[in-house]
């Protein structure tokens, strides 16, 4: 919505957010109007009260036609307020959900006017958050490359240490248990045997548990023998380029967005229908 807002001059969008982040910086970076609110710890009441009061005075000094709260986090801290000044309160849900999540719970109190959902698969969750609600689908647009990466290829793979005549397999993703990273290398392992590839794993680290996950990925690459084929390469603000210098793209997610039964403590997923010593194994 920031970086190609030119193609619809009918909406002048301006962002709120509570954090400074990689996210924050790449807002800033396209120029869109931004407004920084404080810092929000839902264990103490005060930084709920000082955000909310931050929100409550830019919509006092300017006048905006609609607000939008992005999934249930945002809209239980802000939502309140949004209501309070008359102003009408939108909700983009981005996930799939239960709805028994207690940030959920408590979004449920204040219930928007109208709801935005990426997927169709996405809005038949919807119910388990709010009743009665119209809710649309936006399927988000998906942006050609701002240029041609092709002349980089060589390059690209010299950096991560990859041989040109190789068959690139790519993961870009969080690097969290249901992006299905170990069944991929599960898989890929059944391969060993096939020379003449590399998997690149895309992806950075951000939480302790997250390096765990990372440890136990590639104690399992070295257990399948794979390990000296799979570059851990952590997270990049390139990845067109990446993408432009490899030959397939592979994401095995093994369970929808906002799936909450996987412990970061375990990461062994259940997947039924992948069994690396059934008869069906080499599919």
Not at 242 to 250: G, Q, R, S
Request: charged fraction near 25%; proline fraction near 7%.
């Amino acid at each position: 919505m920031a970086r190609y807002r030119e193609f619809c001059c009918d909406i002048e969008p301006e962002f709120a957010t509570c954090y400074s982040s990689r996210f924050t910086e790449e807002l800033q970076s396209t120029g869109v109007a931004m407004h920084v609110l404080r810092e929000v710890r839902a264990s103490r009441p005060v930084t709920i009260l000082r955000a909310r009061a931050a929100l409550r005075s830019l919509l006092h000094r300017k006048p905006f036609d609609v607000v939008i709260c992005h999934m249930s986090w945002t809209n239980a801290i802000f939502g309140p307020v949004v209501r309070s000044e008359g102003c009408p309160l939108v909700f983009w849900m981005h996930g799939a959900t239960n709805g028994r999540h207690w940030t959920e719970r408590w979004s449920r109190l204040c219930p928007p006017d109208l709801a935005i959902c990426p997927s169709e698969f996405t809005r038949s969750f919807f119910p388990n958050l709010f009743q009665g609600i119209e809710c649309f689908v936006l399927n988000c647009p998906v942006a050609p490359p701002e240029r041609d990466y092709s002349a980089e290829r060589g390059a690209v793979r010299s950096e991560l240490t990859t041989r040109n005549d190789d068959a690139v397999i790519i993961q870009v993703s969080r690097l969290e248990p249901t992006k299905g990273a170990l069944l991929h290398l599960e898989a890929l392992g059944l391969l060993k045997d096939l020379s003449g590839w590399t998997c690149w794993i895309v992806g950075g680290v951000q939480r302790a548990f997250e390096e765990d996950y990372v440890a136990s990925l590639k104690r399992r690459a070295e257990e399948l023998g794979i390990l000296e084929r799979i570059r851990f390469v952590g997270e990049r603000r390139d990845v067109p380029r990446l993408l432009a210098a490899a030959d397939i793209y592979c994401q095995p997610n093994i369970a929808n967005e906002g799936h909450r039964s996987f412990s970061p403590r375990h990461y062994t997923p259940v997947c039924p229908w992948f069994r690396p010593d059934s008869a069906d194994s080499g599919r």
